[in-house]
């Protein structure tokens, strides 16, 4: 089963830089959306895609959806090397027995890795 995630920013294009240079991601497709606006879809894994959307997109077209940025916890078999490559990555922690660390995108948006 394949998840695709929506994040709503507000540069798309640093977003889709983020998680295809620091996350190792790869952009699976590009829509034009109404108003010229631009929907990136980044696979960060081959069960998980990125659909990001541009902020005022969603305000104008979906202005019932809210922004806020989901709290999304990535497991990974390749953690240590993945901690070592993301330039934000912070302090590996134990919580109840697994590993993680957290990271900020470039518009100040955590996240959390998990080793698998």
Known sequence: MKTRIMLYV?????GVEFW????GGKVVARQTLNG??????????????LSIFPKDYIRI???EVPETVPSLMFFSDDFNHLHDE??????ITEVNGTLTF???DPEGNYFVVAKA
């Open 10 to 14: 507000d540069d798309v294009d640093m």
């Open 102 to 104: 957290n990271f900020q």
């Open 86 to 91: 993301l330039l934000s990555a912070g302090e």
């Open 36 to 49: 010229g606006y631009q929907n990136v879809i980044v696979g960060v894994s081959n069960e998980v895609e």
């Open 20 to 23: 295809t240079d620091e996350f």
């Open 61 to 63: 077209y979906s202005p």
